[in-house]
């Protein structure tokens, strides 16, 4: 299954929302992960099951979707938000993750 | 605390083997269901999933690698190892191992905990 994300860049100022988009070419049910990367880092769990927040994560974090469109919405940027973020699909073999989107400050 | 961290060359030729080992801290692989994955991320590009290990020794692998990969572990010392044959430049990247999610004994197959990855080169 491809994951396709969009934009590849996202260009915010601080205080504005977010809306990042993650397409699936085929149905992944809600079998969709979020993950957020900082440089130098690994990868950390933002979203599972398509919406449901992992530990951590403030509420301002909100995801959606289902089928073959997700989106994750970050409803007010904070400084640590500018990072990238990756969907995942865990409905089949083998496992595989987006492009990423870079959210950059405007 | 669970933590995982990987070890292993940072530098492999062309056409070898790469041993990368994953140590499991503040978990006992003996004691319940775990499941550990190894992912790559390429410089500057996307996360590929190689495979996956759990406990009871049952394993997954990538369709694209499978040919070249094994994932296996030491329950004694918390362990779990990725062998990669025929190492090219194009599999340059951060090895990392991650934690496959279990809630109420369910698999979900999400990442929670990451190793800090490390990276490796392929080049003669």
């Known amino acids: 299954i491809v994951m396709t994300q969009s934009p590849a860049t996202l260009s915010v100022s601080p205080g504005d929302r977010a809306t990042l988009s993650c397409r699936a070419s085929q149905s992944v049910s809600s079998n969709l992960a979020w993950y957020q990367q900082k440089p130098g880092q690994a990868p950390r769990l933002l979203i599972y099951g398509a919406s449901t927040r992992a530990t951590g994560f403030p509420a301002r974090f909100s995801a959606s979707g289902s089928g073959t469109e997700f989106t994750l919405t970050i409803s007010s940027l904070q400084s640590e938000d500018f990072a990238l973020y990756y969907c995942q699909q865990y409905n089949d073999w083998p496992l595989t993750f987006g492009g990423g989107t870079k959210v950059e400050i405007e | 605390q669970v933590t995982l961290k990987e070890s292993g060359p940072v530098l492999v030729k062309p056409t070898e083997t790469l041993t990368l080992t994953c140590t499991v801290s503040g978990f006992s692989f003996s004691n319940a269901k775990m499941g550990v994955s190894w992912i790559r991320q390429p410089p500057g590009k996307a996360l590929e999933w190689l495979g996956n290990i759990f406990s009871n020794d049952e394993k997954l692998y990538s369709t694209f690698l499978k040919s070249r990969l094994t994932i296996s572990k030491d329950t004694s010392k918390s362990q779990v190892v990725l062998t990669m044959t025929n190492m090219d430049p194009v599999d340059t990247a951060t090895y990392y191992c991650?934690?496959?999610?279990?809630?109420?004994?369910?698999?979900?197959?999400?990442?929670?905990?990451w190793g800090q990855g490390t990276m490796v080169t392929v080049s003669s």
């Open positions: 991650a934690r496959i999610v279990m809630v109420q004994g369910i698999i979900i197959y999400v990442f929670d905990i």
